[in-house]
């Protein structure tokens, strides 16, 4: 008859789930909880003498106990419990509790060595002996910091120029920084870390906590207290941020000293870092916090379709710098003059009488940056916009009607060899002003783009003349 353990198993789990701190701190994280549920669920298959291997059968504490008292001298049962770092032990102390006195009850403080990396033979070498590893917060003024602009605006640019003026050595910055991008299917567990299954030689199956580059570069920064450690985030707002920030969103308010305010209990992450014995007598509690030396820099798309929006408490903890639009740090090689933006007429004549541009095109005639390059075309591009969008509210259009500012093009929305590309250019540009852009402008870009590409490609129009 198969034995139905589900409904013992949940409730058990909850138990667990429902023990707070008075601070109203969780007791047991999620992790640990899988961890405890898995031990008495699976855990006891290799033990020959045991008549039932999953100890969610026992429903009482008197059928459990019979079974607890020679268990726990069981050979296999202690090697099991040894490979699991005590996970099997402290799940049966606690389920046999949780029989005794039910799901009301205040949970003893229980964790496995896994969980708390902290046993009598730790707490009598600590109380006799200096700790193995000296600790000491460096003061310093940590980054939290969060690069927005349109795209192509040069936002990855600009992390890039400030992490090698602090680091020039491209190796020595390598080590020192790690690089996400998020998006909608990202999460804690990839942030930070979770509980994955382990398959290996020596266990068939076992379930690890795997930490993510967040918890990876933490303790970096840890173990080097005197070196800045950046986590660079790439498209923050791509992403549901303040979800897979989870419980560490805490730890983004910084004292005056570079470090956390308020630390908090995190018993994976503390578990995490206390299997190197040169942390494990600073973390042996599960208290994590942010050290000085622990950077975050990020950059967020203000384009409107972006999935998710950052409210304003996670922004308050970060430093917003705007990257404008500025085709000045464009390298030498996209300012040159190109085929795809060949015409026979000069530009000044051409732009003299236009009914959108004319103004704006003699000022760059007058900086000497009237030029048949990409520049030149993507600020009369961003011009032409703004000029719309005046003539729009002069005409009373509401406001969602506008031409939104992110929608100009960046110096950097294209990359260099597509400007050789006709096609590509094409499709990635001229498609994106007529699909995105100026779709519902009466003055630019009218008709479909297949009717601009056979206008415009191959040589038989000059493109400049779609600003005109």
Not at 90 to 110: H, K, M, R
Not at 243 to 268: M, T
Request: charged share 30%; proline share 5%.
């Amino acid at each position: 008859m198969e034995i139905q353990t589900t409904e013992i198993e949940r409730s058990f789990r909850s138990w667990l789930k429902a023990q707070l701190y008075g601070d109203g701190m969780r007791v047991f994280s999620d992790n640990e909880i899988t961890a405890y549920a898995y031990a008495l669920r699976s855990s006891c298959e290799k033990i020959e003498q045991l008549s039932v291997r999953n100890l969610f059968y026992y429903r009482t504490s008197e059928d459990l106990a019979r079974e607890a008292a020679w268990l726990k001298t069981d050979r296999d049962y202690m090697e099991i419990d040894k490979a699991g770092n005590g996970t099997l032990n402290a799940a049966l102390d606690l389920y046999a509790f949780f029989l005794s006195n039910g799901p009301g009850s205040t949970a003893p403080e229980v964790h496995a060595a896994f969980y708390l990396s902290e046993d009598a033979g730790d707490i009598a070498r600590k109380e006799t002996s200096p700790v193995e590893f000296y600790y000491h917060e460096v003061p310093m003024k940590p980054v939290q910091r969060v690069y927005y602009g349109a795209p192509g605006t040069g936002k990855s640019y600009s992390v890039r120029r400030f992490l090698s003026e602090e680091y020039p050595d491209p190796e020595q910055l390598r080590t020192h920084i790690k690089r996400v991008i998020f998006h909608p299917a990202y999460t804690y567990g990839d942030f930070v870390g979770c509980i994955k299954p382990l398959i290996s030689q020596e266990r068939p199956l076992d379930y690890v906590f795997v930490a993510g580059p967040f918890s990876e570069l933490l303790k970096a920064a840890f173990l080097n207290p005197e070196e800045k450690f950046y986590l660079i985030i790439e498209e923050i707002n791509r992403g549901n941020a303040p979800a897979i920030f989870g419980d560490i969103f805490q730890l983004l308010d910084r004292g005056s000293d570079g470090k956390s305010e308020y630390a908090i209990v995190n018993r994976d992450l503390g578990a995490y870092f206390s299997r190197d014995p040169w942390m494990k007598n600073i973390f042996y509690d599960g208290m994590v916090w942010l050290p000085a030396n622990f950077n975050i820099i990020a950059t967020m798309n203000t384009a409107d379709d972006n999935i998710f929006v950052m409210d304003g408490a996670f922004k308050r903890r970060f430093e917003l710098v705007y990257v404008p639009i500025d085709f000045d740090i464009l390298p030498d090689e996209m300012k040159k003059e190109r085929a795809i933006f060949y015409g026979k007429r000069s530009l000044s004549e051409m732009f003299s009488t236009s009914r959108i541009n004319s103004v704006y095109a003699e000022k760059l005639a007058k900086e000497g940056k009237l030029k048949r390059n990409w520049p030149a075309f993507a600020a009369l591009v961003n011009n032409a916009i703004d000029v719309e969008n005046l003539a729009s509210k002069n005409a009373g259009r509401p406001h969602d009607a506008l031409i939104a500012e992110n929608k100009k093009l960046g110096p950097f929305f294209i990359r260099e060899e597509e400007l050789d590309d006709e096609e590509k250019f094409f499709n990635k540009v001229i498609f994106y002003l007529k699909q995105d852009v100026f779709y519902d402008s009466p003055n630019l870009f009218t008709g479909s783009f297949e009717d601009i590409k056979d206008r415009y490609s191959g040589g038989k129009g000059d493109i400049f003349e779609l600003l005109v």
